[in-house]
């Protein structure tokens, strides 16, 4: 199997909660990236400690209380499914904390990871307040919901968005990179997709490939799976009849999107 697929592992690691994915240096190329998705029953308590790595939680779906310290946050999360295309609630906790996750209905949370010696204040980022874009034209159409954009300076590293994809649109399109530390005209971000499709049973086709292809793999990702992405194009067809949500995360020594298309593809771009 593809170094780059990870498929759920579904571990019980105490009464009531599921780590279903675990990204991290360890088991992992990505040296800026971390990731994790667990599943939580109805009042399952799940508690870390950061040390030199700040933490996005995201209230996937149920509903969740996080607290830090003496700050709490009450009944987060707004959908039971990705795909009613709403925005939910998220919170960003700095390095060197410790945080409880506290489910009030069964639900599964994602912790987004990358390193940090800054200490920031823990915020609670509302699902009002993600900015929402329509992205792409034609067959390249897709929603995006912003958690932590890096328009704003809550965070020193992470760079966390959901995208949804239409049946048979493409997206990641143009196929783009963002693999050289060459700011102004392209950052260094490593990049892990969370995938999930409705109807589940389906599947989208993701391709992670470089310039000189010394990287070039072309994966079947199914519901629930995950995709590493420590360098290159990574574009994500979306076959007829399915409808795709990813969730990104990003990080890198710079705290920036600046991406690069591939020149043999960016011709798109200017159809009329």
């Known amino acids: 199997m593809s170094k780059l697929l990870r498929k759920p592992k579904r571990e019980e690691v105490s009464e009531g909660i599921t780590l279903v994915h675990e990204v991290s ?13 667990i599943d939580l029953v109805k009042g399952a308590k799940y508690v870390e400690s950061l040390v030199k790595e700040e933490c996005c939680i995201v209230a996937l779906t149920g509903r969740i209380n996080v607290t830090e310290g003496e700050t709490s946050f009450k009944d987060l999360g707004t959908r039971d499914s990705v795909f009613e295309r709403k925005p939910t609630d998220s919170v960003y906790v700095s390095n060197d904390l410790t945080f409880e996750v506290e489910a009030v209905t069964d639900a599964r949370i994602v912790l987004c990871y990358s390193p940090s010696e800054n200490q920031l204040p823990t915020k609670l980022i509302k699902a009002e307040e993600n900015s929402i874009e329509n992205r ?3 067959s390249n159409k897709r929603l995006v919901h912003n958690i932590l954009p ?20 493409w997206s990641s399109y143009p196929p783009h990179k963002h693999d050289q530390d060459n700011l102004p005209e392209e950052s260094f971000l490593e990049e892990s997709y ?3 499709m409705d109807p589940p049973q389906g599947f989208v086709f993701q391709r992670v490939y470089t310039d000189d292809r010394s990287l070039d793999e072309t994966m079947n990702v199914e519901n629930g799976d995950v995709v590493l992405v420590p360098k290159g194009y990574h574009p994500v067809g979306v076959p007829d009849g399915y409808s795709s949500y ?15 298309n591939d020149k043999d593809h960016e011709w798109i771009l200017d159809r009329k």
């Not at 890096?150 to 649109?169: I, K, P, Q």
């Not at 990813?246 to 690069?260: C, D, S, T």
């Open 150 to 169: 890096d328009s704003d300076s809550t965070a020193n590293s992470l760079l966390v968005v959901e995208v949804f994809t239409e049946t048979g649109n």
């Open 194 to 196: 969370y995938h999930q």
């Open 25 to 37: 240096k360890q088991n992992s190329d990505l040296k800026y990236v971390g990731f994790r998705v």
């Open 136 to 138: 792409g034209e034609y």
């Open 246 to 260: 990813y969730l990104n995360v990003m990080a890198g020594p710079e705290r920036i999107w600046k991406f690069h």
